[in-house]
């Protein structure tokens, strides 16, 4: 079993930045891609960035050139720094883990418990 946990959230306001971390417990993690997932209130959960076990990376068009995401396995963590924040960054962010597909996508598996993100205008 995999255990994902998300810290780092939190209130800031337009334009300013915000760091993710996600902690992940188990011996697949190496393996694995690593996503960043988020939830606005009445709206689907998106995909906002992957990172493939050799460091792939996607995102999605609303945050490229904004946020980066990368992984440490040493340290079994992945971070998403967010930067040049916006009112519709607000959400729930989800850290997720599972198989790469193709290049640069995944199948989400595990979930962590989510981090809310609010951003002020």
């Known amino acids: 079993q995999v255990q994902l946990v998300e810290s780092g959230g939190g209130l800031v306001q337009a334009g300013g930045s915000l760091s993710l971390s996600c902690a992940a417990s188990?011996?697949?993690?190496?393996?694995?891609?690593m996503g960043w997932y988020r939830q606005a209130p009445g709206k689907q959960r998106e995909m906002v960035a992957v990172i493939t076990s050799d460091s792939n990376t996607n995102y999605a068009d609303s945050v490229k050139g904004r946020f980066t995401i990368r992984r440490d396995n040493a340290k079994n963590m992945a971070y998403l720094q967010m930067n040049s924040l916006k009112p519709e960054d607000t959400a729930v962010y989800y850290c997720?883990?599972?198989?790469?597909?193709?290049?640069?996508?995944?199948?989400?598996?595990?979930w962590g418990q989510g981090t809310q993100v609010t951003v002020s205008s």
């Open positions: 997720t883990t599972g198989p790469a597909v193709g290049i640069a996508a995944m199948t989400p598996i595990y």
């Open positions: 188990g011996s697949i993690f190496g393996i694995n891609a």
